[in-house]
């Protein structure tokens, strides 16, 4: 007995998942009207071929109706990921979508709301979607991939909410819509900004740098070309002086180390501006190639560089004293 509650109630949950609503548009009330008007003027007149209009308007809205139904009914959203931004930036949620419909798909308007607690006010739950993107098209059996554009409101990871999937193709007549509630996350970085120079001293500190070593900061001469060395740094203009291939020598900070703390943040009062600054300041570092590290209250990142440090990095700003 309770295996088949179990079922039951399982299937209830994918049925409701699944559930479209439809109500007539603005035209499609004006359209009902006319349809009244027209069947009084032709029973009042005994009009036999004003009967014949009014019953066939009316089956066009009837038919009208189930291809606007079935236009959404069997869309579902599969996956959903976005990459990391900075506060102040759009969140570019990528949603992957799939018509599981023998027919294709038109003019499907995506939509979507921040989470929040639900209220009982109806308009209140209905309203406060912003329109982010129309799919023109979406063939039957096909899978899209939908990109969501969404404003970061604040660091820290930044879920997509409630998602709606409205049409009312084909005549308007008819405003078809589902909902999805999606688990897809997005880690918002905090704004990189901050008036503070790069420290220079290795706890908060003294660069150690050698002047010798290559970097991308100063140019420091010209190398003859090896194979292998980046077309990016060949000296276009010398090679039109002389017909020789060298390549452009610059020496930086790579070798250095820097541990970018807490401490070193400590006159600006606001914890937000400590950490825009940090943020800011892993960048600098990050592209001055410099082996740096992070010192926070709760967190201690080593020594290292490269994309993976830089995420691990700012990701411990975006998510301090939020998680």
């Known amino acids: 007995m309770t295996q088949y509650l179990s ?8 049925v409701r998942r699944r559930r479209v609503f439809i109500i007539p548009t603005r035209f499609g009330f004006i359209y009902a009207g006319f349809l009244i008007l027209i069947l009084l003027g032709a029973i009042n007149y005994s009009n036999s071929l004003g009967h014949i209009l009014c019953f066939l308007l009316a089956s066009m809205g009837w038919v009208a109706m189930h291809h606007s139904y079935r236009n959404v009914a069997k869309i579902e959203l599969i996956n959903g990921y976005a990459n990391p931004v900075f506060a102040g930036q759009a969140i570019n949620f990528n949603l992957l979508f799939e018509n599981r419909c023998r027919r294709t798909s038109y003019q499907i308007e995506l939509s979507s709301k921040p989470s929040k607690s639900r209220s009982w006010n109806l308009f209140k ?9 129309t799919i023109a098209q ?10 969501c554009p969404v404003p970061s409101l604040r660091r820290g990871y930044q879920s997509l909410g409630q998602i709606r999937i409205a049409s009312q193709f084909p005549l308007g007549l008819f405003n078809t819509w ?8 997005a880690l918002v970085y905090p704004q990189p900004l901050g008036a503070l120079a790069l420290p220079l001293s290795k706890d908060s500190g003294d660069q150690i740098t050698d002047p010798t070593q290559k970097g991308n900061d100063d140019f420091s001469g010209l190398n003859t070309y090896r194979s292998g060395d980046p077309l990016g740094s060949i000296a276009w203009k010398a090679l039109a002086r002389d017909d020789v291939l060298r390549i452009k020598q610059f020496t930086g900070y790579q070798g250095s180390q820097l541990m970018l703390s807490w401490d070193a943040v400590s006159q600006l009062a606001d914890h937000e501006a400590r950490l825009s600054q940090l943020c800011k300041w892993i960048l600098q570092a990050d592209e001055a190639g410099i082996d740096y590290g992070l010192s926070l209250p709760n967190t ?8 993976g440090h830089r995420h691990h990095c700012l ?9």
């Open 138 to 147: 979406l063939k039957a059996g096909a899978t899209i991939t939908v990109h």
């Open 178 to 185: 589902s909902y999805f509630t999606s688990d897809t996350k």
């Open 315 to 323: 990701s411990a700003l975006a998510l301090f004293d939020n998680e």
């Open 7 to 14: 079922q039951l109630y399982q299937r209830l949950n994918a």
């Open 125 to 133: 739950r209905l309203g406060g979607f912003a329109h982010n993107v």
């Open 300 to 307: 201690l990142v080593s020594y290292g560089y490269g994309d």
